[in-house]
């Protein structure tokens, strides 16, 4: 028995890697897609475009990995019914349990593994994205210029830079500053760097001059090493990192600090967000026990289990969205919290229960089950 449960082991493990490559895939894309108008709207580096949505990841893996698993359960019961591994199995004197229990094992694997993503690797991954769209949306070299070309950000004031390097400073630099009509001055520098101070932003520009048409007509020119030009009324941005739910851990999220701003606020939707959290993960064995109930128990169907899996798909479908809206309900009333546990551990126990039900075999019945053995037998012979 321990060899057949290995390999019954091996034949969802696979698929199960298979399933989550593929959907993390198609979910990173799907991903990428608003990444990408961020990245193109702020003239960033294609570097900075994959960090940000390798940081995305671990939250797109903890959605769709119980699926993934529900998906390679299907897929290896249905192959292994059609090539009547199961009949042996059962024939051979298995119960339903000791053939589903290495699916079990691989659900609780499922969940062990979500369980850390979630309340581990998620919230690390997302706060380091949000900094990092911070540091895209408050650039104020891509905000201010654009390489090659004569901008005006502000009446009165053109602005030209040559190159602008990954690190964010301005090479070959040409400034009009006619803010003041009366004192129009043009800078001229090697390089310049965009700085925010506390008393707002400024463009320190480095081996230069300044020029400055006097009254008299003569112009002034004036050379500097360093040379701070005032932008604050130019550039303002919000520098303030604002942690939404998806970044805060667990403890942050059900004993949140009172002196929080959002505390009063929302505080609900923090707990809904803690709950599932922990609530998630039991998908993994909920919709594995899932498959084995609509796959296991019951007759032997010669014609396929095509109808079975299409129900037992939806079902798995239908159940997981549930649980969706149940964390959606909790948001506004914090008692709905208990329901995000009830709906997967009420499938677990109650398929659980169902799976480990000894039913009473007929003489009839036995005459049935060594006709099928002998029919499995004769089929894996033929192949």
Known sequence: MPL??????????WPTVLALSALALLALL??????LDLIVENRQSALT?????????PQLIGIILPLAVFMAAL???????????LIVAKAAGASPWQIGSPLVR??????????????????ASFRQMRTEILKVRTDLASQLVTAGEFVSPARGLTLYAREITQGGELEDVIIRDGRDPDGVQTHTAKTGVVQRTPIGAALLLRDGAVQERLEDGTLDVVEFQDYRLDLSDVLSADTRLRLKASDLYLHELLRPDPASFVYGSQRAEFAAEGHSRIAAPLYNVALVILALCFMIRGEHKRLGYGR????????????????????SAAEGNVALNALQYAVPGGVIVLGT?????????????RKRAAAAYEAGLAAMAAR
């Open 4 to 13: 057949l449960q290995r390999y019954l082991f091996g034949q969802a493990f």
């Open 30 to 35: 799907t991903q990428s897609l608003q990444t």
């Open 49 to 57: 475009f994959l960090k940000i949505t390798g940081l995305a990841l």
């Open 75 to 85: 897929y290896a019961l249905n192959r292994m019914s059609g090539d009547s591994e």
């Open 106 to 123: 691989l659900g609780v694997f499922a969940m062990m593994i979500h369980l850390l993503i979630t309340l581990v690797v998620q919230p």
């Open 308 to 327: 079975t899996i299409i129900v037992c798909a939806v079902t798995g479908f239908l159940l997981r969205l549930a649980g969706f809206g149940m964390t």
């Open 353 to 365: 229960l169902y799976l480990m039900r000894r039913r009473k075999v007929a003489r009839r019945g």
